[in-house]
């Protein structure tokens, strides 16, 4: 079932949970940020692999309602693929229809939490790495481009890379606080 909420709001307003500034961040830097996210997840991800059960750490849930620190990598790796793909829709055709994406399924059907942290952490690099460079080459007229999702809800590419490091920068926190719960903090 699609999520309600007003997604298309996140390009422009402030997060009032992470603070994250949407825009705080031109096309100019985008690529940098979004290509950082690889580096800021792995640390969380692999930290506590040697030596402790990372079944026990990186994919215990706090809460039966919030994912686990691995999930939430999960999601954020196929966020950068899912909207890799749709700046490419919206470089290539005018005011493409950008679908929609469950990501609450995708967290079941591709059994994010069994995943292999490594594996998951070496994917977010990747998909973070070509979405920038996906960014990189966006022509300089080309940010104001649309896509549209849902009835009417409009992103640019602007703002789609904005919605894309809030997720990533959202989810840190997240990723923190389900190890924190893990670790008894």
Do not use: K
Not at 26 to 31: I, T, V
Not at 71 to 95: K, S
Not at 115 to 130: G, K, M, W, Y
Not at 151 to 172: D, K, N, S
Request: charged share 30%; hydrophobic share 40%.
């Amino acid at each position: 079932m699609p999520d309600d909420r007003p997604w298309a709001d996140q390009q422009t307003e402030v997060c009032e949970e992470c603070g994250f500034v949407p825009l705080d961040h031109d096309a100019a830097d985008l690529p940098d940020a979004i290509r950082g996210l690889g580096r800021r997840y792995r640390m969380p991800l692999t930290r506590f692999l040697a030596g402790e059960d990372p079944s026990t750490i990186v994919r215990a849930r706090p809460a039966s309602d919030r994912w686990s620190a691995l999930e939430y990598a999960c999601h954020v790796r196929d966020v950068l693929a899912v909207f890799n793909g749709r700046v490419l829709l919206m470089v290539a055709e005018d005011q493409p229809s950008l679908g929609w994406w469950d990501h609450e399924a995708a967290a079941e059907d591709e059994g994010y939490n069994a995943q292999d942290p490594i594996e998951v952490a070496d994917a977010l690099d990747r998909n973070a790495r070509t979405f920038a460079e996906t960014l990189e080459a966006v022509p300089t007229a080309g940010w104001s481009r649309e896509g549209v999702r849902r009835a009417g809800e409009l992103f640019t590419i602007l703002g789609a890379g904005r919605f894309v490091l809030h997720e990533g920068h959202h989810h840190l926190l997240d990723v923190g606080r389900s190890l924190r719960a893990a670790r008894g903090r």
